[in-house]
């Protein structure tokens, strides 16, 4: 079983940056971060390995965002800079046990960024 706790969300202004942290317990083999905006679907943002490779980055933030693990610490990251007001939304870290498998899901923190 893997337990997902997030942190680090807020609101802010147009421009500016934040960083979620995600403090992750138990055995994972693919971490990530995923959004869900005002009435849309949940989405991929970024994944990564347990190595700390980022895997993927959705199209709408590359250049912007960076994912990132540190395996001593077990938090997963995702610094944003240059926020956007289309990047607001409910953040959600998730894990996987395993490859095939569902990903497991943190409570979510919000993100509101402001023109």
């Known amino acids: 079983q893997v337990q997902l706790v997030e942190s680090g969300g807020g609101s802010v202004q147009a421009g500016g940056s934040l960083r979620l942290s995600c403090a992750v317990s138990g055995r994972t083999v693919r971490m990530g971060w995923f959004r869900q905006g005002p009435e849309k679907e949940r989405e991929e943002v970024a994944t990564?390995?347990?190595?700390?490779?980022?895997?993927s980055y959705a199209d709408s933030v590359k250049g912007r965002f960076t994912i990132s693990y540190d395996n001593v610490k077990n938090t997963l990251y995702l610094q944003m800079d240059s926020l956007k007001p289309d990047d607001t939304g409910m953040y959600y870290c998730?894990?996987?046990?395993?490859?095939?498998?569902?990903?497991?899901w943190g409570q979510g923190t919000q993100v509101t960024v402001s023109s």
């Open positions: 998730g894990g996987k046990t395993a490859y095939s498998g569902n990903w497991n």
């Open positions: 990564i390995t347990t190595f700390g490779v980022p895997l």
